[in-house]
C-alpha cells in the first residue's frame, strides 16, 4: 500500500491509455454539453474545431478514469480530492485520439488538524497519441498516514 511518507516531491509518472469513442463524445454531450461542435460533425466543421471534438468535461472524466485506475494498479491509500487548480484545455480531443497521462509530484504536506491523512499535488498533463498535451492541471490529493503499530 502507498501512504503518504511514501510520496516523494519531484516523483515522475506516466500512465494510461483511453481511446476515445465518437459514440462516447456525443452520449457525453448529449447528457452533460450539449454544444453542436460536440453533437454534429457538420456543425463541429463550421467552427475552430474543424470536427467533431469532446467535451473538456469529458476529457476530465476520461482522466478520472486513468488516475482512478492507476491509484488501484498502485495501491495508493488515497482519500480522495479537495479540489483540482489551474485546470487549461489546451487543445481539442478527437473521436479516434489516444489519450495517457503523465505526473510530477510538486508538494506535499502533513494534514495540521488530522493527523491519519495527508495531502500532495501534483501537475498533470494528458496527451494525445502524437504527444500533443491537451490538458493541464494542478490536482490536490489526500491520502492516509502510514497506520501506526
Given at each position: 500500500?502507498?501512504?503518504?511518507?511514501d510520496i516523494e516531491v519531484g516523483t515522475k509518472a506516466s500512465f494510461g491509455h483511453?481511446?476515445?469513442?465518437?459514440?462516447?463524445?456525443?452520449?457525453?454531450?448529449?447528457?452533460?454539453?450539449?454544444?453542436?461542435?460536440?453533437?454534429?460533425?457538420?456543425?463541429?466543421?463550421?467552427?475552430?474545431?474543424?470536427?467533431?471534438?469532446?467535451?473538456?468535461?469529458?476529457?476530465?472524466?476520461?482522466?478520472?478514469?486513468?488516475?482512478?485506475?492507476?491509484?488501484?494498479?498502485?495501491?495508493?491509500?488515497?482519500?480522495?480530492?479537495?479540489?483540482?487548480?489551474?485546470?487549461?484545455?489546451?487543445?481539442?480531443?478527437?473521436?479516434?485520439?489516444?489519450?495517457?497521462?503523465?505526473?510530477?509530484?510538486?508538494?506535499?504536506?502533513?494534514?495540521?488538524?488530522?493527523?491519519?491523512?495527508?495531502?500532495?499535488?501534483?501537475?498533470?498533463?494528458?496527451?494525445?497519441?502524437?504527444?500533443?498535451?491537451?490538458?493541464?492541471?494542478i490536482s490536490i490529493g489526500l491520502i492516509r498516514t502510514r497506520p501506526t503499530a
Open positions: 500500500m502507498q501512504y503518504f511518507e483511453y481511446q476515445v469513442t465518437r459514440d462516447e463524445v456525443v452520449a457525453y454531450a448529449e447528457r452533460f454539453d450539449p454544444q453542436p461542435f460536440h453533437l454534429s460533425d457538420e456543425a463541429a466543421a463550421q467552427t475552430h474545431f474543424g470536427r467533431l471534438s469532446a467535451s473538456g468535461w469529458h476529457t476530465c472524466g476520461m482522466t478520472m478514469a486513468m488516475v482512478v485506475e492507476n491509484m488501484k494498479a498502485n495501491r495508493q491509500a488515497g482519500l480522495g480530492s479537495p479540489g483540482i487548480d489551474e485546470l487549461r484545455w489546451l487543445k481539442p480531443v478527437y473521436p479516434g485520439d489516444t489519450l495517457r497521462c503523465e505526473t510530477e509530484v510538486i508538494d506535499k504536506r502533513a494534514s495540521q488538524s488530522r493527523p491519519a491523512m495527508g495531502s500532495y499535488r501534483s501537475r498533470m498533463k494528458v496527451i494525445n497519441q502524437d504527444d500533443v498535451v491537451v490538458m493541464t492541471f
